[in-house]
């Protein structure tokens, strides 16, 4: 059980990692028009944080 929490919850910090990548990608190809996107980066950052912390907790 403890190896299966464990593997979804770096799974989902993953996905948060990897979103972010590809929201900074974006917002170099864009330029800076789109403030929006700046709250929706700072919103994964948080997740993959929290992710990450509940990943430490695990160990």
Do not use: F, P
């Not at 059980?1 to 989902?12: E, H």
């Not at 590809?22 to 170099?28: A, D, R, S, T």
């Amino acid at each position: 059980m403890q190896y299966a929490r464990y593997d979804a919850l770096q799974n989902q910090m993953l996905i948060g990692l990897r979103a972010n990548l590809m929201i900074n990608i974006g917002m170099k190809m864009l330029g800076n028009r789109y403030k929006c996107r700046e709250v929706h980066k700072s919103a994964l950052l948080t997740r993959a944080k929290v992710a990450s912390q509940n990943l430490n907790n695990l160990r």
